[in-house]
């Protein structure tokens, strides 16, 4: 079954560097979209993108933060000068369709990010 | 705004016993809405979902209705397994955003 992958799995990297996050979505997938969950908190929405350009962000989804699609397949996510409350998994996903129209949105397994 | 609320865990059950994680929401219109199952080291992945009121989702011998008059979708087995432990999240889509929104999970385990 077609999987979304991410890497790396697990990131420690000091406050203040940049990191970057890598996904291959599903390979005939259209909508991709980051999603974060700090320990012991909810999942969280973080941003989607289609067709080039980011669709919808959430208040989290400040100036620190940007999305690329660099080629067809990878989608990352470029956390800047990061901060010890950006600890937390960030999980990709893709859709085929909207996921506003409750079509199925396909996670990866996560990547776990510690600031230190 | 739109929000999940989800019974707290952990929840330990034995084999073979009935579950029941009940799930309510608060939103304007009609959501979609969707279980997602996250076991140990892996990623979320999708255990059902309901579209419109009165749908009733299914997978793996788990069960949902989508009420819309008590506005709840709690996910239901009538005989849970040792390899049904992981974290359920109840979760919705509302046409006009892209966005999942999730309740905080309930996290089960069942003992052989």
């Known amino acids: 079954e077609p999987e979304v992958t991410q890497t790396p799995s697990h990131q420690v990297t000091q406050m203040g560097q940049e990191v970057i996050l890598r996904c291959v979505p599903i390979?005939?997938?259209?909508?991709f979209y980051w999603y974060r969950q700090i320990l012991g908190q909810k999942v969280e929405f973080l941003v989607s993108?289609?067709?080039?350009?980011?669709?919808?962000k959430s208040e989290i989804f400040d100036d620190q933060f940007s999305v690329e699609r660099p080629d067809g397949s990878n989608f990352t996510l470029k956390i800047r000068s990061t901060k010890l409350e950006d600890s937390a998994m960030y999980f990709c996903?893709?859709?085929?369709?909207?996921?506003?129209?409750?079509?199925?949105?396909?996670f990866g397994e996560g990547s776990w990010l510690t600031v230190v | 705004g739109n929000s999940v609320t989800q019974m707290e865990g952990p929840v330990t059950l034995s084999e073979e016993a009935f579950l029941t994680i009940n799930c309510t929401y608060t939103?304007?219109?009609?959501?979609?809405l969707f279980w997602y199952v996250q076991y140990p080291g892996e990623g979320l992945q999708l255990l059902l979902k309901?579209?419109?009121?009165?749908d009733k989702g299914s997978n793996k011998g788990f069960e949902a209705t989508y009420r819309k008059e008590t506005t709840s979708f709690h996910l239901e087995k009538g005989s849970v397994q040792v390899s049904d432990s992981a974290v359920y999240f109840c979760?919705?889509?509302?046409?006009?955003?892209?966005?999942?929104?999730f309740g905080k999970g309930t996290k089960l385990t069942v003992n052989p």
């Open positions: 390979s005939n997938h259209l909508y």
């Open positions: 309901a579209t419109k009121a009165d």
């Open positions: 939103a304007t219109g009609y959501p979609s």
């Open positions: 996903a893709s859709s085929e369709a909207p996921g506003s129209s409750g079509n199925t949105i396909y």
């Open positions: 979760a919705l889509t509302q046409g006009g955003s892209e966005k999942l929104v």
């Open positions: 993108f289609y067709n080039n350009e980011i669709s919808e």
